[in-house]
């Protein structure tokens, strides 16, 4: 069938389901009054006035179907709000806002939450009930039980209370005024690159010294599992015949477990990037709290508090819903790509 | 080992009264008392054994009733999470065809959504509290279970005695009930117990977050939440204030990791296909 | 120090005891074989499953799974110039001999080949391992006639390509190799190597009777079907053309009519490649079909060896003669050997066949018997034959 087509199929079963996750925050909105759902289509401050008007407008009190129709215009023109919570403003544009900060963060979470489930996990496996194998697998078990925020608090605690080496957020106070002055252009929002695009090294340093704890926090939530997944596959994978075969050519061991085990044990961690994304989004949030970085995650933690902004906790869902969706559907792409058997199958 | 620590635990939440006697004119357990209306924390002394959070909510007390409160929620949710996978689930396993594909594209949507935030957007819109959370937790916790109770649904369908209790006669409820439900059962029990620790853990987290019950509440999550502005007292003894986030994490932590090591256990046990001797 | 061999043999198997050492006991899988191999014959291995064959061809490779060990013996091999015994070798050494002049067909032709890779990377692996210098050579020769032909800009891409090919010949493990070869769009020059391995896979092919050869080796090995499979298999075993081949199998799980025409083609390889073939199969059929001798195999011993032909017409052990009564032929008595293949964690005393034997006495009970050559050629493991 080919790359192209099956990845056109999963474009296609797209649609329905984005349709599907709008229905379902539309109608969780539904349980409040038509004032509050108001602060959905504002844009300005003035509007926020004539509550009144908005509801004719949007035809707030008329029966559902309308009011969908309505509200999905909108989205589609990038109206999704206006939140009266700090930091006012239009919604669509504070999440954008938001977003660099976090996605440094997950760029450089992300890696290292992959690479270290699949080193530790191959470990593992192939020396397996040694020592390695047991102090991996006890590890994971703990961190699986870890609660994230504790984590992070521990972590601030040792680092920044007791031994003083990094503070909460993402820059040192100096290196913040300097981000923040006429001379410094930000480009893309991400420190680390902007440090370096503006010939300011140690900016990048000391952004990088700040993502070191999140990263760290992030990573022991999420990295359990792929590496009990990427264990048992691997362990699986290690006996099947191809394995002898190899050998039989003259490969050696470790080229073995290289080149054709690992390659087929990765098959089902693949599947697993998708809950992976799940897990960061969410540490995300948490973490972001903890260490105070103004990113997307702190963004709907504290639009949830009550009195919930609900332009923001919604537009912040089907943010996530939407973006949750196009990350599964390039990990399913992936997949195909790598087993030859589901693309042509 | 993980039956050590629940029992553990379950002692202590049934025993809550003991540990904890709850003082005169308190009429809900669930409300720390209050020694004070300072709002340092205090450490350790023979009448706060785990010292006070802030505001002066007794750390101890709430540590213990915060057990029971972490099996309430575990439970309600984990039980309505089987009720309504349960239902799904098996509607599309067993009748199949055109049910089945509705029931799998509604899975599908909540499925589509990394669980916690889901859960953050209803807590918000109902307004936060501990029945909010176990609320949405469970709106939001179900589409696994259906999944893995139709997949398992399935695979027994095909199996001969299903084709012979039908022939029988049996009515649909009654083929269900005796014959599949009892052959799916494991990997349900290695999932549940192993949720109940999740859940607890995601409760946490929005407690922490502010989404849950008012401060002062028994819940881990909560008192954890208090001590946030505590982690650093002063250059002088940084780590002061240390018992008000050590000890609700250290329960926490225990917890869950209890109802790990239980369902691992379970499914060392049950799944034949990974004993590797 | 090596025994000496006589130069027409090619494989000789020495004594060899494996034992397997799992958590119920220790499984005596190999009880002291022995075995000669001549050069451009095909000895057939013959027995039921469970009796050692398998692990007896894994075990010249070196290749026995663990938890099994190889307690004692030897497996002398003549590699031309010297004799080499391959127990004694390490592992860099064995890497080196498998695949290049020992190699293997397997049973299972799909699970022997890895999903995830095509038919040319496959067979392509044991080309480029062993062969590589000479691909190179050949490249550089093409090299040397186009560089005087081309202008300016490709002189310069062909005589970087050219230090890379040297390189590789002289110094294959070299670091600015290894690391030249992940970069992306550099390693490109791997293409040029990548085509001749294509062309020599699809070479092999064209021996192997596979019909449309292009085509088959960008397939992935879910596309095949199971005799395709097996000639892609076999193929990659003889691939370097191997002096000593072990097939352990290699019919055994595919359709008769497929398993005819795979037959067939070893025969016909076995004439064009002068190989010597270690066949191993519980199959009577196919032993008569193409092997120049047999060796029987029971739990673990070597009953007795002969030509084909002294083995259907004089089998001495009683073990073969059960055997072949056992096979179904029309107007013959069916009779099945009684009892059933023992467990090796405790097997019998003595001769291992006695429970079973029609022929036992006492002695059988409580000594193994020493192996007799009862005529030229023919030897016997058994109490009723004296040396």
New interface residues.
């Given amino acids: 069938m080919g790359m192209r087509a099956y990845i056109i199929r999963r474009l296609l079963l797209l649609i329905p389901t984005i349709i599907g996750v709008t229905l379902l925050i539309f109608s969780v909105v539904q349980v409040l009054s038509p004032e509050q759902r108001a602060a959905l289509y504002i844009t300005s401050e003035q509007q926020a006035d004539d509550i009144d008007e908005i509801i004719e407008k949007y035809h707030l009190r008329d029966p559902i179907y309308i009011q969908y129709f309505v509200w999905i215009s909108q989205v589609l023109k990038g109206n999704l709000g206006f939140n009266q919570k700090s930091p006012r403003g239009q919604v669509l544009q504070n999440i954008l806002n938001r977003a660099p900060a976090t996605i440094e963060l997950t760029v450089f979470a992300a890696p290292v939450i992959i690479l270290t489930g699949i080193f530790f996990g191959v470990a593992s496996a192939v020396h397996k009930d040694k020592l390695i194998d047991h102090v991996t697998r006890v590890t994971s078990i703990i961190g699986w039980s870890f609660p994230s925020f504790w984590l992070g608090i521990l972590l601030l605690a040792i680092f920044y209370a007791a031994l003083g080496w990094v503070g909460p957020g993402r820059l040192t106070a100096d290196a913040n005024v300097v981000v923040r002055s006429a001379q410094f252009t930000r480009y893309t929002g991400l420190n680390t690159i902007d440090g370096l695009l503006n010939g300011q090294l140690w900016i990048t340093l000391d952004a990088l010294k700040h993502l070191i704890l999140p990263v760290v926090s992030l990573t022991v939530q999420s990295v359990a599992l792929i590496v009990r997944v990427m264990r048992s596959s691997m362990l699986e994978a290690l006996t099947k015949g191809y394995v002898v075969s190899a050998r039989a050519k003259g490969l050696g061991q470790r080229e073995v477990i290289n080149k054709h085990a690992r390659r087929n044990a990765l098959i089902p961690v693949v599947t697993l990037a998708g809950m992976l994304s799940a897990g960061l989004l969410t540490g995300v949030v948490i973490t972001e709290t903890i260490f105070n970085i103004p990113g997307l995650g702190s963004y709907a933690a504290h639009m949830a508090l009550p009195p919930p902004d609900i332009a923001g906790v919604l537009g912040f869902t089907l943010f996530t819903g939407v973006l949750f969706i196009i990350v599964n559907l390039i990990v399913d792409v992936a997949y195909a790509y790598i087993d030859p058997r589901i693309r042509l199958g | 080992m993980g039956i050590t620590i629940i029992a553990f635990f379950t002692v202590i939440a049934l025993l809550s009264q003991v540990f904890a006697p709850v003082p005169e004119g308190h009429e809900d357990p669930f409300r720390i008392p209050r020694f004070g209306w300072f709002s340092e924390p205090q450490p350790p002394s023979p009448e706060h054994l785990f010292g006070t959070a802030q505001w002066q909510y007794d750390i101890y007390y709430g540590c213990i009733w915060g057990t029971r409160t972490a099996f309430r929620i575990g439970i309600i949710v984990v039980a309505g999470n089987l009720l309504i996978g349960l239902v799904v689930g098996t509607l599309g396993g067993y009748y199949g065809g055109l049910i089945d594909e509705l029931v799998m594209r509604i899975t599908d949507i909540v499925w589509a959504f990394p669980g916690l935030l889901l859960a953050m957007a209803f807590v918000s819109v109902m307004g936060p509290s501990l029945d909010s959370i176990v609320l949405a937790l469970i709106l939001v916790g179900w589409p696994s279970y259906a999944r893995v109770i139709r997949s398992e649904i399935l695979r027994v369908k095909q199996e001969d005695y299903v084709e012979a209790a039908k022939a029988i006669g049996c009515s649909d409820l009654r083929v269900i009930f005796k014959h599949i439900l009892i052959n799916s059962i494991y990997p349900i029990v290695i999932m549940a117990s192993l949720d109940t620790g999740a859940v607890v853990l995601s409760a946490a987290a929005l407690s922490f977050l502010g989404l849950g019950p008012p401060p002062g509440y028994a819940d881990w999550g909560q008192m954890i939440s208090l001590s946030r502005g505590f982690i650093y007292k002063n250059p002088v003894d940084p780590l002061g204030y240390w018992f008000t986030w050590t000890y609700p994490g250290i329960f926490i932590f225990t917890f869950v990791l209890g109802w790990n090591l239980l369902g691992d256990a379970f499914r060392d046990i049950l799944d034949p296909t990974l004993r590797r001797r | 120090m090596e025994k000496t061999m006589e130069s027409r043999d090619l494989l000789n198997v020495k004594d060899l005891f494996v034992n397997f050492y799992t ?1 119920a006991g220790v499984v005596e899988a190999i009880d002291g074989v022995n075995l000669l191999l001549k050069k451009g014959e095909t000895l057939g291995l013959v027995g039921e499953t469970g009796c050692g064959k398998s692990v007896t061809s ?1 075990s010249i ?1 070196g ?1 026995v ?1 663990p938890p099994g060990t190889i307690e004692k013996g030897a497996i002398l091999l003549n590699m031309g110039d010297k004799v080499i015994n391959l127990l004694k070798q390490d ?2 050494a064995l ?6 002049d020992v ?2 067909v ?1 049973q ?1 032709p799909r ?6 890779y095509t038919v040319t990377q496959q067979v392509g ?2 080309l480029l ?2 062969k590589r210098e000479e691909m190179c050579k050949r490249l550089l020769q093409k090299l040397e006639r186009d560089i005087p032909k081309s202008n300016t800009f490709r002189r310069f891409i062909y005589n970087c390509e050219k230090k890379i090919y040297e390189r590789m010949i002289n110094n294959p493990k070299s670091l600015p190799l290894r690391l030249l070869s992940r970069i992306p769009i550099i390693n490109t020059y791997q293409r040029r190597l990548r085509n001749e391995s294509k062309k020599e896979v699809i070479q092999l092919l064209k021996l192997m009777k596979i019909a449309d050869p292009e085509r088959v080796v960008d397939m ?1 090995p ?2 095949l079907s199971g005799g395709m499979a097996q000639r892609v ?1 076999t193929a ?1 075993a003889l691939s370097c053309s191997p002096r000593l081949l072990l097939a352990d199998e290699p019919t055994t799980n595919l359709d008769v009519t497929i398993q005819a025409q795979i037959l067939l083609l070893i025969k016909e390889l076995k004439e064009k490649m002068k190989s010597s073939i270690l066949y191993v199969t519980h199959d009577l059929g196919v032993i008569a079909e193409i092997c120049d001798r047999v060796a029987v195999m029971y739990a673990g011993n070597i009953v007795e060896v002969a030509d084909t032909f002294t083995i259907f017409k004089k089998p001495s052990h009683p073990y073969t003669q059960d055997l072949l009564q056992a096979i179904p032929r029309p107007g013959k008595e069916f009779k099945s050997i009684r009892g059933e293949v023992p467990a090796l964690i405790d097997p019998p005393k003595g001769c291992r066949y006695h429970p079973r034997c029609s022929k036992v006495m006492p002695i059988c009970t409580q000594i193994k018997p020493e192996v007799a050559e009862i005529e030229k050629e023919h030897s016997v493991m058994c109490h009723l034959y004296k040396r």
């Fill in positions: 958590y894994l490779l290749l799974p592992d860099s890497m080196k001999i498998r695949g290049k190699s293997m397997f299972d699970g022997a080949l890895n999903p995830v692996e044991a391992l062993h992935y879910h596309e298999v990659i």
